[in-house]
Structure formats: C-alpha cells, structure tokens
C-alpha cells in the first residue's frame, strides 16, 4: 500500500489538473468580442460591407434586367391581327409618365380616349403607351386585344409589331433570374450570419 502522504500528494495533483482544465475551458467560453477597430473587428466589418455591397449591385443588376425586358416588350408593338374588333379612337388627354415606372425605362404617355367601334358600341378608356398628344384632335385606327387586369389591351394600325424586340426582352427576363438566385442566396446567408452573431453576443452577456 502507498503511504498516506504519497495518496494525498496525488489526490492533490490530480484536482489541480482538473482545475486547470476547467479554466481553459472557461476562458475559452468567455472569449470577449475583438474590440472595435482591432484587426479581427476592423476585418469583420469589411466583409459585412463588402457583401452588402455586392447584394446591393446583384439587385441593381437584376431590376435593370427586368426594366429592359419590360421596356422591350412595350416597344415591341401589339399585333392588330390578333384583335377581335376594329374601331376609330379619339383622343382627349395624355398625361407622360416616366422615366421609371412599372413600363420600364423611357418616357410614355398614359392617354384617355373615346373609341367608336365598327359594332357601334363607343367606350372611353385609358390606355398605357398607345397613344401620344400627336393624336389629339385626330382618328386614330386602333384594334381591341380584349381586357387585361382593369385596363383594355389597344393595338394601332399604324404600329406594326416588331417581335424581335419582344425576343430580346425575354432574353434579358430570363438572364434576370440569375442574379434574382443569387440574390435571395446571398441575403438569406447574411441573414443567418446576423443571426449568428446576434446569438454569440447573447451567450457571453
């Protein structure tokens, strides 16, 4: 048997290694945030802007997609063919709207008029991007595409249809899904860092 002493010695020995230990993991937990304007904090920050500002130009680059594929399709004309009458409009006022709307990019004009349609029904409207004030005052030869939402649908006769304005407009809609991803990917992964954060700060308060 081991004297008494040589016990208690290493009974010693082994609670002052089990206290160590218990300390290191307690500073570990109790690691304090790097102060402002060390090097980890001052590192930090600039990640957290520079991935703010890359989210913001990936959205700047999706809405200008999105605004050209818009401006396209209403520069691309409708088809008069596809009309289901025919009628003689008469503008009254135009009121120009731009040059950034839910139309795109550009300048046009929302103008209200009286149409007399070749069935004898006569209706007054207000279309988007059909007519101008040029037409004030004059008859304008103009087809009906049916209703969309609140508002008819006009096609000119003296506007062709140009579709591959409208091709190219899809074009740039489609390309715009790719940054919109990216987009959504990147704020939810900085909503989560946030998150994070919000909850290291939490723990060691």
């Known amino acids: 048997m081991e004297p008494h002493d040589d016990r ?20 570990q937990r109790s690691t304090p945030e790097p102060d402002p304007g ?10 957290t802007l520079r991935s703010a500002a890359f989210l913001a130009g990936v959205v700047l680059l999706t809405a200008a997609l999105i605004g050209t594929a818009v401006t396209l399709n209403r520069m691309a004309g409708r088809d008069i063919a596809d009309a289901k009458r025919l009628g003689q409009a008469a503008v009254t006022s135009c009121t120009r709207h731009g040059p950034i709307t839910n139309h795109g990019f550009g300048y046009w004009q929302r103008c209200t008029a009286t149409i007399t349609w070749d069935d ?16 004030i005052g004059t008859k304008v030869s103009v087809g009906d595409l049916g209703n969309y939402r609140t508002s008819k649908q006009l096609a000119r006769a003296d506007t062709d249809r140009r579709p591959w304005l409208a091709w190219i407009g899809y074009t740039a ?29 939490g723990s060691l308060s």
């Not at 010695?9 to 218990?22: C, D, H, N, V, W």
């Not at 004898?120 to 037409?135: E, I, K, L, S």
């Not at 909503?191 to 909850?199: G, I, K, N, P, T």
């Open 38 to 47: 060390s090097p980890v904090a001052t590192r930090r920050d600039g990640g």
């Open 8 to 27: 208690i010695a290493k009974r010693l020995a082994e609670i002052q290694t089990q206290e160590q230990e218990l300390d290191r993991e307690s500073a």
């Open 120 to 135: 004898g029904q006569v209706t007054r409207t207000t279309a988007d991007a059909v007519f101008t004030p040029n037409d």
């Open 173 to 201: 809609g489609a390309l715009a899904l790719v940054p919109g991803i990216a987009a959504v990917l990147l704020l939810r992964e900085l909503l989560r860092f946030r998150r994070r954060s919000a909850r290291s700060a």
